[in-house]
């Protein structure tokens, strides 16, 4: 029954872009190309019957450590929580020098037009992301924030000072 509601998400899908007939291929992928600019990978899973989202970010890693540090950091800054990736998450495949973002969407209680209703947001996050990526790769990344850990000030000598007491 996931699938099927996976396969009805697609189809709602592909009447709000205006292409009928979106179909899941032998790997149960959809691969659709935004505005010549990224793919979006849509790949239902059975075993988990979620939808998965996906499309890079960055192809290629910067070559010196200190941009790459500089990259991770505020990826990782961003996928906290998934707070600024769309409840999703980013990773990394250092071999194929490749950054992911993803974002799922469970099939098995999902409405058929939660594709559609998420699709916007989710091309939103990746547009802003890779031009994040792509500024910090230039050198261009407002570079304002600390790259250092915040100290932490003296425990105060009090009973519970510093700790939230429950």
Same mark, same amino acid.
């Given at each position: 029954?996931?699938?099927?509601?996976?396969?009805?998400?697609?189809?709602? =899908?592909?009447?709000?872009?205006?292409?009928?007939?979106? #179909? =899941?291929?032998?790997?149960?992928?959809?691969?659709?190309?935004?505005?010549?600019?990224?793919?979006?990978?849509?790949?239902?899973?059975?075993?988990?019957?979620?939808?998965?989202?996906?499309?890079?970010?960055?192809?290629?890693?910067?070559?010196?450590?200190?941009?790459?540090?500089?990259?991770?950091?505020?990826?990782? #800054?961003?996928?906290?929580?998934?707070?600024?990736?769309?409840?999703?998450?980013? %990773? !990394? +495949? !250092?071999?194929? #020098?490749?950054?992911?973002?993803?974002? /799922?969407?469970?099939?098995?209680?999902?409405?058929?037009? +939660?594709?559609?209703? =998420?699709?916007?947001?989710? !091309?939103? /996050? !990746?547009?802003?992301?890779?031009?994040?990526?792509?500024?910090?790769?230039? %050198?261009?990344?407002?570079?304002?924030?600390? /790259?250092?850990?915040?100290?932490?000030?003296?425990? /105060? %000598?009090?009973?519970?000072?510093? =700790?939230?007491? +429950?």
């Amino acid at each position: 029954m996931s699938f099927e509601n996976a396969k009805e998400n697609l189809k709602e =899908f592909g009447k709000e872009l205006g292409l009928e007939g979106l #179909e =899941f291929d032998e790997n149960n992928t959809c691969i659709l190309g935004i505005d010549d600019e990224f793919s979006l990978h849509l790949t239902y899973e059975p075993n988990s019957k979620r939808l998965y989202l996906y499309s890079p970010l960055l192809d290629g890693l910067p070559r010196e450590d200190k941009v790459k540090l500089r990259l991770y950091e505020r990826l990782l #800054e961003g996928s906290m929580l998934g707070g600024q990736m769309a409840g999703g998450g980013v %990773g !990394v +495949a !250092v071999k194929e #020098e490749l950054i992911l973002i993803h974002c /799922t969407i469970d099939m098995e209680h999902a409405v058929p037009a +939660a594709l559609r209703a =998420f699709a916007p947001l989710y !091309v939103e /996050t !990746v547009e802003k992301w890779r031009k994040i990526c792509a500024e910090i790769c230039e %050198g261009r990344d407002d570079n304002t924030k600390s /790259t250092t850990p915040q100290q932490i000030p003296p425990h /105060t %000598g009090r009973p519970g000072g510093g =700790f939230i007491r +429950a």
